[in-house]
């Protein structure tokens, strides 16, 4: 009973593998132009790169996705110094809006003792004026 089974399957099968087998070297064209399509936009993109590392040469694939590696990993280091600094430069404002916040409160502060003490003064009364 086993065996007419088996043989019930591989036959059902036979259609999906010759499709399979048919479709496949077009599936696997399409990918490799993809393949090759990202490769030409990234030459395109850091192509000032390129030709920095290795003017006048032919580049394989490897050496295009090895360079573009090298660029982001330096892209990636310097948004990380990029993110300490202004961190530290938040901090900064954050410190200098407290003490400016602690200023301000002072001199509004001595600003109406001032004026307070100044209109208790007869000197600072309301001015004379002949008419």
């Keep these: 009973m086993a065996p ?8 059902s099968q036979e259609p999906h593998t010759l499709t399979h087998k048919l479709r496949k070297p077009l599936v696997e064209k399409v990918r490799r132009e993809r393949i090759n399509s990202s490769i030409e936009q990234i030459k395109s993109l850091l192509g000032a790169e390129f030709v920095q590392q290795q003017p006048d040469s032919k580049l394989e694939k490897a050496d295009i996705l090895e360079m573009t590696v090298c660029v982001l990993r330096r892209l990636q280091q310097h948004n990380e110094k990029q993110r300490r600094l202004l961190n530290h430069v ?11 916040r602690e200023a301000d409160f002072s001199l509004l502060s001595s600003t109406v003792q001032t004026s307070i003490s100044k209109e208790k003064s007869p000197v600072y009364s309301a001015p004379w004026r002949p008419w």
């Design 4 to 11: 007419t089974i088996t043989a019930a399957l591989t036959n």
């Design 90 to 100: 938040n901090k900064m404002q954050s410190s200098s809006d407290k003490n400016l």
